[in-house]
Nanobody
Framework: QVQLVESGGGLVQAGGSLRLSCAASGTILRLNAMGWYRQAPEKQRELVAVITTGGSTNYADSVKGRFTISRDSAKNTVYLQMNSLKPEDTAVYYC?????????????WGQGTQVTVSS
């Protein structure tokens, strides 16, 4: 089993920045990808960013150039640096981890952290 614990959400004005963290614990050696999903009210959950064990990254078009995913392997932690935030970025952000590189169907989820961007 793998446990994911997120932190770093909050309220920020448009144009501001936030950094989310996701600490993984448990049986993590076989994981091949970690990343972030988000879900806004009345919308489907969407993949925001992925990072693989090889360091490859992928982003949703809506966040490219504004968000950066990174990891600290020594701390088993993945980060999402969010800059130039927009009100449409408001959502609950979920950390996800999986055995498949695409992270299209994660095997593990965090509890979620709220990000609210005011206009």
């Amino acid at each position: 089993q793998v446990q994911l614990v997120e932190s770093g959400g909050g309220l920020v004005q448009a144009g501001g920045s936030l950094r989310l963290s996701c600490a993984a614990s448990g049986t993590i050696l076989r994981l091949n990808a970690m990343g972030w999903y988000r879900q806004a009210p009345e919308k489907q959950r969407e993949l925001v960013a992925v990072i693989t064990t090889g360091g490859s990254t992928n982003y949703a078009d809506s966040v490219k150039g504004r968000f950066t995913i990174s990891r600290d392997s020594a701390k088993n932690t993945v980060y999402l640096q969010m800059n130039s935030l927009k009100p449409e970025d408001t959502a609950v952000y979920y950390c996800a981890a999986g055995y498949r590189y695409s992270l299209g169907h994660p095997d593990y989820w965090g509890q979620g952290t709220q990000v609210t961007v005011s206009s």
